[in-house]
């Protein structure tokens, strides 16, 4: 079982989600202070980042 085909498309969509969520919590200012917000903007542009990129780079073996 190749995991950076399992970790490359979760990766991305946890990465998308928490980039959502961060803009959500930017456009409802009342619910999260800027910490969680930079926090939430941070680390799902990293998990997004790195999950395309194992994607992009893991080959099909078929």
Known sequence: ???K???GPFLT???LGALIYGSYLFLAPEDADW???LVLFVLG???F???LGLLKTTKDRG
């Open 1 to 3: 079982m190749n995991f």
């Open 5 to 7: 085909r399992i970790f």
């Open 13 to 15: 969509i946890l990465g």
């Open 35 to 37: 910490k969680t917000i």
């Open 45 to 47: 542009f990293v998990f």
């Open 49 to 51: 980042s790195s999950g």
